[in-house]
């Protein structure tokens, strides 16, 4: 069965590998990619993603601006020590469009109705809105995939907190008191490792040798 997933993310290298995984993957169909703030601003979230969906040949999938900084107020700062300048490593994407109005995420969920799985890899901000601003429709959605939180692990900004919930507590303790779909949380714990089985390395090398254009944009 095809999965169809609004894509929330801060759009940095972690968040890059997930997004390609899911295009090489058949029964994901990415519909739109929220990008906010948190391993780099937004504006470099948004040419990131502008970058990866023509790279990976997802034209035609939205790229949405989201939040620019978190609902505490305060300014945020960014992991370029761990993903790089621009969030991608060495790579500096061309210039890129800017990101569609948030507004498109009402249509989205208008269009999926009870068939949308959203997954968010970056600060919580984004999604919250969408709660507070759609809140008849998002509570339709089929379910979520969090990454968020430290349990049983010390933190990655502190010794008890993880970047995503630490970016925006206010937004993360919304989400997480939601009355609507199901959340799966995905914790520090659990994403600090992840096993890249020979048949899974065999894929990607195949797929790396199709010729694409990495350096520019229709």
């Known amino acids: ?4 997933v609004l894509f929330f993310s801060d759009m940095g290298i972690d968040d890059a590998v997930a997004l390609m995984y899911a295009s090489f993957t058949k029964t994901i169909n990415i519909v739109g990619i929220v990008c906010s703030y948190g391993n780099v601003p937004v504006e470099d979230a948004v040419q990131n993603a502008h970058f990866l969906i023509h790279s990976l040949g997802l034209n035609g999938v939205p790229v949405i601006k989201g939040a620019e900084r978190p609902m505490t107020g305060e300014i945020p700062t960014y992991s370029t020590q761990v993903h790089g300048t621009h969030g ?12 569609q109005n948030f507004g498109i995420v009402k249509s989205i969920l208008e ?16 999604l919250a809105m969408a709660m507070m601003l759609y809140g008849d429709l998002i509570k339709k959605v089929k379910g979520y995939y969090i990454m968020g939180g430290a349990f049983l692990v ?30 799966s949380l995905f914790p520090l714990n659990v994403t600090n490792k992840a096993i890249v089985t020979p048949s899974m390395s065999d894929s990607i090398n195949r797929v790396g040798k199709v010729p694409r254009c990495m350096t520019c944009f229709p």
């Open 154 to 183: 010390p933190g990655n900004v502190t010794p008890v907190a993880e970047a995503n919930f630490a970016g925006d507590p206010v937004a993360a303790d919304l989400i997480m008191r939601h009355d609507g779909g199901p959340i």
């Open 111 to 126: 269009r999926y109705h009870g068939e949308l799985i959203i997954v968010d890899v970056g600060r919580l901000t984004s």
């Open 1 to 4: 069965m095809i999965k169809n």
């Open 88 to 99: 991608l490593g060495s790579i500096v994407p061309p210039f890129a469009p800017e990101g």
